[in-house]
């Protein structure tokens, strides 16, 4: 693909925000801040070297899904080594969803997104060109999980809107503490899971789990349990408090557990 045609489809698909979002000004985002969500390129304003923080993963935080298997690499160059690929489904088979904190442009002026990787160890980023992802979806919310308070609290803009004790991993299998993110929401039959259950980036210490490990934040059919101790490392939440969560906490809602 040439240059010209990769910088269209970056633009294409960046425009695409267009439809839901008022069209604002071309201005430069002082460093350090976070790019408006009105903004629909965020490359616009960047010069060949420079970059533009995307999300600060408390009032605003941005993502997408892989449009392309591509490297995600170390830097934002195509010499970089390579960490893994992008890729298009979860393991439970949606679409996977990629945490955008950063846009740069290179010294030849290509466009490039610093990313959160789903992947083991918890923690990585990388860098993919742009025209690998999707268009970049904006939201507002974000979730704390307090390990030592057993308790789970949802923000939106910065204002608390939902909150309730939970039950975390135990000694052995402790919750993961780090910076994650939602990348699906499946609907749990009552069971063991709930009545919803919902896919974060964080993988549990023990990898022979069912589907790699990956850390749930779910309903239960033991409530009496919360707030406690209970497991292998998800989050479970009483049915009547998930239920709610559902349809506060949309996909790509960033989360930190602390403590």
């Known amino acids: 693909m040439t240059r010209a045609r990769m910088t269209a489809a970056v633009l294409a698909t960046l425009a695409m925000l267009a439809a839901s979002l008022p069209a604002t000004a071309a201005t430069r985002t002082p460093p350090g801040q976070v790019v408006a969500p009105t903004v629909v390129d965020p490359f616009a304003a960047l010069a060949p070297g420079e970059t533009a923080t995307l999300s600060d993963e408390k ?47 290179d010294g030849a002026g290509e466009p490039w997104l610093q990313i959160r990787i789903p992947m083991r160890p918890n923690g990585r980023t990388g860098w993919v060109h742009a025209d690998a992802l999707s268009q970049l979806y904006v939201v507002r919310t974000r979730l704390i999980i307090d390990r ?22 135990k000694a052995r299998t402790p919750t ?16 063991v899971y709930g009545t919803w259950a919902f896919g974060t980036s964080a993988y549990a210490s ?19 349990l919360i707030p406690g101790r209970p497991s292998h490392g998800c ?13 506060l906490m949309p996909i790509g809602t960033p989360i930190e557990v602390v403590h």
């Not at 308790?151 to 939106?156: G, N, V």
């Not at 989050?235 to 349809?247: F, S, Y």
């Open 59 to 105: 009032r605003i935080t941005r993502w997408a899904n892989a449009n392309a298997t591509q490297p995600i690499r170390v830097a934002p160059m195509a010499s970089a080594p390579q960490i893994t690929r992008l890729r298009y489904l979860t393991e439970d088979k949606l679409p996977e969803v990629y945490l955008v904190l950063a846009g740069r442009l």
């Open 148 to 169: 030592t308070a057993k308790r789970a609290t949802l923000y939106k803009s910065g204002a608390r809107i939902w909150t309730a004790p939970v039950g975390v991993g």
């Open 176 to 191: 993961p503490r780090g910076k994650f993110w939602v990348r699906e929401l499946l609907k749990g039959d009552g069971g």
């Open 206 to 224: 023990i990898s022979d789990w069912p589907k790699g490990g990956v850390v749930g934040i779910h309903g239960t059919n033991q409530p009496g």
């Open 235 to 247: 989050v479970r939440i009483r049915n009547n408090k998930i239920n709610l969560l559902k349809r």
